[in-house]
């Protein structure tokens, strides 16, 4: 089955700086892509997807970037701010029914 | 538009009691449903998913069962809690169809087993 790695575990910021986080997968049949991020006490709340067609999708302050040949992702925050403290999830899909995650990112942002 | 909803939010339970968490979605039809568990530091397991009623696709062998007995109900059940059990118990649905689409997520329940 599908196996998704991700890095950094943890990962500390300053107000305004950039955020990478970045993800590989295992399956070169998973199509599907999306990051997650969660809040303490709360479940998963999706924040982007990208589907194995395009190469590259932005949000604002957030953009993901897909390397299908090298089987690796990436979530990019930039301006970080207060607020985008969280644990971040990526999740691939090998075209079955359900999302496999990886482990989790824990990110803070210091003022 | 939909909603998912999961309790209780927290639940102690002593070794060898039984289990029962439940999800239901509303403001859809056949949506495709999924159990998972959060332990510290491992993120998100799947445990069970089902795309019908009575339909029940489990992931991992261990010592929980599901059933979906109806359309947007899904349950989450031991007969008897081993402390391996803790950790936080995510309900959550996403679009019927053969295209993995964004799964959303309940608020999760917290699950101590003592």
């Known amino acids: 089955g599908e196996n998704v790695e991700q890095h950094p575990s943890t990962l500390s910021v300053q107000e305004g700086d950039s955020a990478v986080i970045k993800c590989t997968y295992s399956d070169s049949a998973s199509n599907y892509f999306p990051w997650y991020k969660q809040e303490l006490g709360k479940g998963p709340q999706l924040i982007i997807d990208?589907?194995?067609?395009?190469g590259e999708k932005k949000d604002q302050r957030i953009a993901v970037t897909l390397n299908k040949t090298a089987k690796h992702f990436s979530l990019h925050i930039t301006e970080t701010q207060p607020e985008d403290s969280a644990v971040y999830f990526c999740?691939?899909?090998?075209?079955?029914?359900?999302?496999?995650f990886g482990k989790g990112t824990s990110l803070l942002v210091t003022p | 538009s939909q909603t998912i909803h999961q309790w209780p939010a927290t639940l102690v339970q002593p070794v060898g009691s039984p289990l029962s968490l439940e999800c239901t979605v509303e403001g859809t039809s056949n949506p495709n449903l999924y159990w998972y568990r959060q332990a510290a530091g491992r993120g998100l397991q799947l445990l069970f998913y089902?795309?019908?009623?009575?339909?029940i696709s489990s992931e991992v062998p261990q010592n929980l069962s599901a059933s979906r007995p109806q359309d947007r109900q899904f349950i989450l059940s031991s007969k008897k809690l081993l402390l391996s059990d803790s950790g936080f118990y995510l309900c959550?649905?996403?679009?019927?169809?053969?295209?993995?689409?964004?799964?959303?997520f309940g608020q999760g329940t917290r699950l101590t087993v003592v």
């Open positions: 999740a691939a899909s090998d075209s079955g029914y359900a999302l496999n």
């Open positions: 089902s795309v019908g009623i009575g339909q």
């Open positions: 990208i589907r194995s067609n395009v």
């Open positions: 959550a649905w996403s679009w019927a169809g053969a295209v993995i689409t964004e799964a959303f």
